[in-house]
């Protein structure tokens, strides 16, 4: 008869430091989370509030004109500089009205394809329209606008189809306005707002698209059984569900417009924008500080618009 096997009392071995690492991530599921969003935290932190944090701090600065130099004591005179000289104010007022005009314009225009791309198109034409709007995003951002400023040249193909259809007088004379002309249609307000409004476009119509899909058709059906008209179901059911993506997307065309410096550098009048005078500050003039206040003001009035659509209600449905 064969002996019953001794019974073995040597613990198990336990695992590598693998194992037991993974053990503990295990039963602390937030020390896991905390691991993965440490790198992406990590980078928010540094890189991109080091960074607005080091750009105000510039701004706290003052450039001697004599010597050329920065001064680093902390002082509100770049700030003081800024508001109080009329030329600055008015570059500060020419770019919010221009992000404005280009914001509103986005809104109507794109509102109307974004509506017909999420209710009435299907198949292959929702499909052509979805390649129609993000085209021009897969070319490059300088090809679009010096296309567009051969477009609005004095000769270009603009002012012909203008002319062909005798509206050569009509052209001329907004150009002569001072509030949106310029020498030419391509060194104008008019031609810069076209091309802000084409190259943003999409930026507006893709959130509002998005926008209109999440909408239940049990909605809209409900309020056409219930009696109402389709222009009643569109502003009491559709537009404000909708409004969430407007306010998306303006804050993209507003934002982009604000801090932009190539188009009104390469299709523009000789009136300065914001972004070219953070540009020219930073760089031919090497007045830091300065560029630096100029570039805190797109900041205050994105955050100022985002309170004041906060307020609104309008992130409650985002």
Same mark, same amino acid.
């Given at each position: 008869m064969n002996a019953a096997p001794a019974f073995d009392s040597t613990p198990p071995r336990r695992g590598g430091i693998g194992r037991r690492l993974s053990n503990l991530l295990y039963r602390r599921s937030g020390l896991l989370l905390l691991l993965l969003l440490l790198?992406?935290?990590?980078?928010?932190g540094i890189v991109y509030l080091g960074s607005l944090f080091a750009l105000l701090l510039q701004s706290f600065y003052t450039?001697?004109?004599f010597t050329g130099q920065i001064e680093r004591v902390l002082t509100l005179d770049t700030y003081v500089a800024l508001f109080s000289a009329p030329a600055h104010i008015d570059?500060?007022?020419?770019t919010l009205a221009m992000a404005v005009a280009v914001t509103l314009a986005c809104a109507l225009i794109g509102f109307p394809i974004a509506y017909f791309m999420a209710f009435h198109a299907r198949g292959r034409m929702k499909a052509a329209m979805y390649l129609a709007v993000m085209l021009p995003l897969w070319s490059s951002y300088l090809v679009r606008v010096y296309a567009w400023r051969l477009l609005l040249a004095k000769e270009g193909i603009v002012a012909w189809v203008c002319a062909q259809l005798g509206l050569g007088g009509v052209l001329e004379a907004?150009?002569?306005? &001072?509030? /949106?002309?310029?020498?030419t249609l391509s060194s104008s307000y008019l031609g810069m707002f076209l091309v802000f409004?084409?190259?943003w476009l999409p930026f507006m119509i893709l959130p509002v698209q998005a926008a209109l899909e999440r909408v239940p058709g049990s909605l809209l059906q409900a309020s056409?059984?219930?009696?109402?008209?389709?222009r009643q179901t569109f502003a009491h059911v559709v537009l404000p569900l909708a409004f969430p993506g407007v306010v998306?997307?303006?804050?993209f065309t507003f934002s982009l417009t604000l801090g932009d410096y190539i188009i &009104?550098? /390469?299709?523009g009048t000789p009136g300065f924008f914001i972004g070219q005078m953070v540009y020219v500050q930073q760089g031919t003039a090497g007045n830091v500080p300065l560029a630096a206040a100029f570039s805190v003001v797109p900041v205050l009035l994105i955050a100022a618009y985002l309170a004041l659509a906060r307020r609104l209600g309008a992130f409650d449905a985002l």
């Open positions: 790198p992406p935290l990590a980078w928010f450039f001697n004109d570059i500060v007022l020419r907004v150009l002569a306005t &001072p509030l /949106v002309g310029g020498p409004t084409y190259v056409a059984d219930l009696g109402a008209r389709p998306a997307g303006s804050i &009104p550098g /390469v299709v």
